[in-house]
């Protein structure tokens, strides 16, 4: 009788556990779609940094955290504040090379970071190449005389140098580094002393077209504020043009963009004065502003193990009110990008705060949603440089930039999961639900430089982002599908990314419940994960345990 008494036993504990992987019922599917509309409805005004609109988004996130029962991570407050800069350049602001003028919007965008309303640049033009220096791949676009660079325009493709039968690896190959993302050229070109930078833009370098850049760029720009005495390069002008009218411009000096491009994919190359001068007077609206980062804990169920934490991100920004489209909408509603994505981290944070003591993870939860991602990842760099928990005590970060509404899939990719021990907690929570785990897609666009879990990466958190799959469980059709396959050239940073009521939100709970059984597997694992020695990360990893 007692063994068969203790065999049943086991076996419910089996069930048990076997239930307890699926945390699907917790989730409240009406509530995440009305989240989703509230973030994204017109009255929030693209949720704008600094706006009404953004106050508005933020004080709604604080409030359903803490109805929530999610406690606020910052003292009393759920907010961290952000102080910011915001620059909004004169659109007849013209770009003047070689006697030709080139139009703002159409052949060129750009904005500055001397974070004063008026700049002009008169300088010389240098074609840089990919702007580059890599001691770790023996690379470095900046040979020469320093002097080369200070105080000039430098022209600068962007992405890696393409990789050669002879260095096949050269530069991770098809995936993108760091080297070669925009973010990384701007920073190198300042601290060579460069006046200013010239990105040229290409649909297939960027991932995207044109349309991109000129709403991303052609509205408010912000920046954290500098303090008085801080040393810090900047950069007088930041500017994308038109791959044709860099080609324009070169053609004024007897250069062939083709030809410059082809010597600077190889070894040696040597950047080139243009002998063209570069004329700009940028004018600019000019506010400062506090935007904050919303934040809110649940603490853990280990006495030890609750004063480390597992971080969940979603940015609550979007591009505010821009230029108008074709259908005279000029508010940015961002509900796909990243209305959604909230609205996940919120119904985790839901779960999390209405369990138990005992149900709850061994460490603690924290919950934060950046602002001013879209203008550079912003609030999350701002919190990885002023964290409300030790780094040390910063066990993971899970991010999510758009959460799946299509449909329910087979299969879901975790951007950097191969990078730390990650790699095996999620390929568990995979396995549980018999999801297949894909690699990026497109390693070539460096997604995984380009959301809120980059500048924990670069402080030494092992971070990943999760990205729905591609394989439907049932096939797209109609509105779905045409949404899904023109999302990048109609939707994204457009008017157009707005609700709409064939949203799935079954689809949305998959992945929000995978994100949640993973921060439960890294909130009750016995060692905090690490990244891998062989990472470019894992400096940073070893660095912030010794502070």
Same mark, same amino acid.
């Given at each position: ?29 009406? $509530? ?38 999610? $406690? ?29 003028? %080139? ?26 190449? %990919? ?46 580094? %760091? ?5 990384? #050229? ?145 508010? %940015? ?138 394989? *439907? ?10 949404? *899904?396959?023109?999302?990048?050239? #109609? ?57």
């Amino acid at each position: 009788m007692r063994k068969t008494t203790a065999l049943l036993l086991f076996l419910c504990f089996l069930v048990s556990v076997s239930l307890a992987q699926d945390f699907s019922s917790r989730f409240d599917a009406a $509530k995440m779609r009305e989240r989703v509309i509230k973030l994204s409805a017109d009255d929030f005004e693209g949720r704008g940094p600094g706006t009404e609109g953004g106050k508005r988004a933020a004080q709604y996130i604080a409030d359903e955290m803490k109805a929530s029962g999610v $406690k606020p991570a910052n003292g009393k407050s759920y907010f961290q504040n952000v102080k910011m800069v915001g620059l909004k350049a004169d659109p007849n602001t013209k770009l003047e090379i070689a006697g030709h003028a %080139y139009k703002f919007g159409d052949d060129f965008v750009a904005t500055t970071s001397a974070q004063r309303p008026e700049v002009s640049i008169d300088a010389d033009l240098v074609f840089a190449g %990919y702007g580059i220096d890599a001691p770790n791949f023996n690379w470095n676009d900046y040979s020469g005389d320093p002097s080369d660079y200070r105080g000039k325009v430098l022209m600068i493709m962007v992405n890696d140098p393409p990789a050669t039968e002879a260095e096949p690896n050269l530069f991770g190959d098809k995936a993108l580094t %760091y080297y070669g993302r925009w973010t990384y #050229k701007f920073e190198e070109a300042a601290r060579r002393g460069a006046a200013g930078v010239i990105l040229i833009h290409t649909n297939d370098s960027a991932g995207y077209g044109w349309n991109v850049i000129r709403t991303s760029n052609g509205n408010w720009r912000y920046e954290i504020a500098r303090h008085a005495g801080e040393t810090t390069p900047y950069l007088d002008m930041k500017s994308w043009v038109t791959n044709d009218t860099a080609g324009k411009i070169l053609k004024s000096a007897k250069l062939d963009l083709d030809d410059l491009r082809a010597k600077a994919a190889r070894r040696g190359f040597k950047p080139v004065s243009t002998g063209l001068k570069v004329r700009l007077n940028l004018k600019s609206e000019l506010k400062t502003f506090d935007s904050p980062n919303v934040v809110g804990i649940v603490e853990g169920s280990d006495p030890k193990l609750k004063n480390e934490y597992v971080v969940y991100t979603a940015h609550w920004d979007h591009l505010g009110i821009g230029e108008p489209d074709a259908r005279g909408d000029k508010i %940015y509603n961002g509900a796909y990008d990243n209305a959604s994505g909230v609205a996940g981290v919120l119904g985790i944070a839901e779960v999390f705060g209405k369990m138990t003591k005992k149900e709850r993870p061994k460490r603690s939860m924290l919950f934060l949603f950046p602002t001013a991602e879209e203008q550079g990842l912003l609030g999350a760099e701002y919190y990885s440089t002023h964290p409300l928990i030790p780094l040390s005590k910063t066990a993971a970060n899970i991010n999510i930039d758009g959460v799946n509404f299509f449909g329910k899939t087979s299969d879901f990719s975790a951007l950097g999961a191969e990078r730390s021990s990650i790699e095996n907690v999620i390929a568990d929570a995979a396995r549980e639900r018999k999801l297949t785990v894909e690699g990026d897609t497109h390693p070539e666009q460096g997604f995984f430089f380009r959301s809120d879990h980059f500048p924990f990466a670069k402080v030494g958190i092992p971070s990943i982002s999760l990205r729905h799959g591609d394989k *439907f469980v049932t096939p797209l059709k109609a509105e779905p599908e045409k949404f *899904f396959r023109d999302y990048t050239a #109609k939707y994204y940073h457009q008017a157009s990314d707005e609700y709409k009521d064939w949203w799935d939100t079954s689809a949305m709970i998959q992945e929000t419940e995978l994100a949640l059984a993973i921060g439960i597997k890294l909130g009750n694992a016995p060692a905090m994960p690490r990244f891998k020695s062989s990472d470019e990360f894992a400096a940073a990893d070893k660095k912030r345990f010794r502070k």
